[in-house]
């Protein structure tokens, strides 16, 4: 029996993939074996010891504690892409509310409650202070074409405009997944030198941090708007606010909203909506249920942050898996310290973690396997 911690609801078409009879799931179990979560913080969530699974209904894992929890040999499972098309749409979104002042237009016509029949002369004597321009034939400038990134250049270029993507780690799968029209940039600079707009899909990593500043701004179009739907840590807000002040930028519009961007003239701030959707939620908790449940019962790792991708068919008598520091011959030193017949063996590395599955025949002894250097923890399956 495995028991499942929710932090926060989780769909049913997604922990209905647990079976009862194996499972049981609850928002307040004491010693689960695995825990799924989407926004709330782990980080100061004490891990028991017995914990070996953490999967976060969504990409972000910002709100778990990844470095803990490979030191304590906890897988950390993400759901890439199942709310991509939710965050596309509001990308899309973004572009015309950029463009048309849709959202100070909107704020302006309601002023004119109580008017009566002078309101359409009102609108009409005032709606030219919202003039914005048509998104068909400007240049979009895409960074980073992962799921969403990818998504949204394909919809940018049905939508007519002329689409330039960057990505220092597009693979050829990814750029398979991209419409012919879309042109690669050779960087980020070039992004900034040819686009009126900017859409940013992009980690959130100490090397972007505050990848749109000053100086970034400062080789962009005179004019550009800025769209951030990945994450608040990648944007200088005060460089945003400056050049918004200068007449650099037009509009802003982020998923992220900050105090100090609130209020401020043509920043369109949204309250976390992208992947606020109810297929959005379904999708995030049938991924992260299904890796849950994989992992648990035949050693499978797919989508984790921190262990790499592996699996192995059980021919023998259980799966043995381990995870350790990554070292040259993990694989072997463990096979022989398995105190069973191995009959097959995978492993892979991610960073400095590795993840070993021997499928063996006859008993394995844990403690020897315990004892090799670099291992932190090791688990039968049967």
Not at 197 to 204: E, G, K, L, Q, R
């Amino acid at each position: 029996m495995y028991n499942i911690l929710t932090l926060n609801k989780i769909a049913a078409c997604g922990t209905d993939l647990l079976p009862k009879a194996n499972y049981t799931i609850s928002d307040s179990e004491a010693n689960p074996d695995a825990v799924v979560v989407r926004s709330a913080s782990m980080h100061e969530m004490e891990l028991p010891a017995n914990l070996l699974a953490i999967a976060r209904a969504g990409a972000g894992v910002n709100n778990i504690p990844i470095d803990k929890c490979s030191e304590k040999g906890i897988c950390v499972f993400n759901t890439p892409g199942a709310n991509a098309n939710a965050v596309k749409e509001l990308v899309i979104a973004g572009l015309f509310l950029t463009g048309r002042k849709i959202v100070p237009a909107t704020d302006w016509i309601k002023t004119l409650k109580g008017k009566g029949d002078e309101v359409g002369k009102l609108v009409e004597k005032g709606k030219s202070q919202f003039v914005g321009p048509e998104i068909m034939g400007k240049k979009l400038g895409v960074i980073g074409l992962g799921a969403i990134g990818a998504l949204v250049a394909n919809a940018a270029v049905a939508l007519g405009m002329e689409v330039y993507g960057a990505d220092p780690f597009l693979s050829d799968a990814a750029k398979k997944r991209l419409s012919p029209e879309v042109k690669i940039a050779a960087n980020n600079d070039e992004i900034y030198k040819v686009s009126d707009f900017i859409t940013i899909h992009a980690p959130a990593t100490p090397e972007t941090k505050g990848m749109i500043n000053a100086d970034t701004i400062g080789k962009m179009k005179d004019g550009v708007r800025i769209l951030n739907f990945a994450r608040a840590d990648l944007v200088d807000s005060k460089a945003i606010i400056d050049a918004l002040a200068s007449g650099k930028m037009s509009a802003y519009a982020t998923d992220f909203a900050t105090d100090d961007l609130l209020c401020v003239e043509n920043v369109i701030a949204i309250p976390h909506l992208g992947a606020s959707t109810p297929e959005s939620e379904d999708n995030c908790a049938v991924m992260a249920c299904n890796e849950v449940r994989n992992y648990l019962e035949k050693g499978e790792i797919l989508n984790s942050v921190n262990l790499p991708n592996l699996s192995l068919e059980k021919t023998g008598d259980a799966l043995v898996t381990v995870i350790s520091k990554a070292s040259d011959g993990i694989a072997d030193k463990l096979a022989a310290a398995a105190g069973a017949t191995v009959v097959n063996k995978a492993t892979a590395a991610k960073k400095d973690m590795a993840y070993t599955i021997l499928d063996v025949k006859g008993e394995a002894d844990v403690a020897k396997l315990e004892a090799v250097e670099g291992v932190v923890k090791v688990r039968v399956i049967k």
